[in-house]
């Protein structure tokens, strides 16, 4: 057999310990599709000393990770590591000025210096590879870079963050509180080392814009998504949903619109009612699914396991069998020179229909007050439900679905409602999603 793909991994938390288990366990069959063996030669993390449940006699240890690239006995680095800076942007650099090739679960250091980093790649002619940093092991990127890749994707959505997920179905099906909620994911350890980035939409932010990059042939532009994470949502958003026909997702979602002959990008996260009869409406707990719409393949759904060592691990793995067969390619599917530079795209003309939750005081004259300004700013209400006294110091919850309508004009309704006395705090508005 061919000599060995030689892997120095940096970082051994459980994706790591997971990558070595996995290419212990499934050595034979990865050697047989791969042409040739995976060999971990180095690793390098932290701390030395800590049990990991893994062996690391047979490896070399290395304190210095920034330099793992750089030894004789390393083809390819994995960096799990995380965070968009620091160590492991120190690590990908030296990685490719050694012109080794570098597998990452790093969404955030691809979102933020993934154009960069690519650029290196295709200069050093070795491979960038990040199926990891996007739903964990999802081959979603595979998916859409070899699988549709003879498509023009023209929309690509979904639940992109397991922790938020699994916050929402959570709360859906017992009832409990966010904070309650939060605590368990974390404890399952899928959240964050900084929780705030699951639940403020961050980490799906990420994801999103690298699909989008490889969806649209987009310059990776992490900046311009519109974010909004799950924290302002109550269990009682979720119980009006569900008396609507609805439950609530973190969804992202990108497209792109024409302006002659250059394209605009949409890119938002932000919680979404979704229709019980959608196929993401039936993803539950920490599952990720990502739907991409193809002008010829039609609607296609990748839906698995976003997080946790072994589907992690997968992906890193899948990704370094692409290596050992000598498969690199541009690492957002078209070179980085060719990456079309998109301005964000304005969204005030966007048709939808929004879910629009208010908190008031609960005297005569505030329902008038609010359906007044839906009226004076154009905007239909489909449906309409008022919760009778309850809690919050004598706040009453008054939401509503709309009918379809664009964007601006439920803008306007929410800004001519700007500093009403009758609302407690400012409104909510969640879009719908579409077919
Ligand atoms: N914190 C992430 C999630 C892990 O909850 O989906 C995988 O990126």
Redesign the pocket.
Known sequence: MAEPLRIALAGLGTVGAGVIRLVEANAALIARRAGRPLQITAVSARDRNKDRGVDLSPYAWVDDMVILGERDDVDVVVELVGGSDGPALALARTTFEAGKSLVTAN?AMIAHHGLELAAKAEAAKVGLKFEAAVA?GIPVIKGLREGAAANEIERVYGI?????NFILSTMEDTGRDFADVLAE?QAKG???ADPA??IEGT?AAH?LSILAAISFGAQVDFASVETAGITRLRAADIAQADALGFVIRLIGMADTEAHGSTHHLFQRVQPHLVPFDHPLAHVDG?T?AVVAEGNFSGRLLFQGA??GDGP?ASAVVADLIDLARGEIGAPFSVPVAELEAMPRAETGHRLGRSYLRFMVADRPGVLAEITAALRDAGVSIESLIQKGRAGDAGAVMVSMVTHEGPERAVAEAIRLLDGSESLTEPPLVLHLLGD
């Open positions: 969404k964990g992109l963050n397991g922790t938020c994911a899928f959240a964050e980035f699951d980490d994801k920490a990720n976003g997080a992690t």
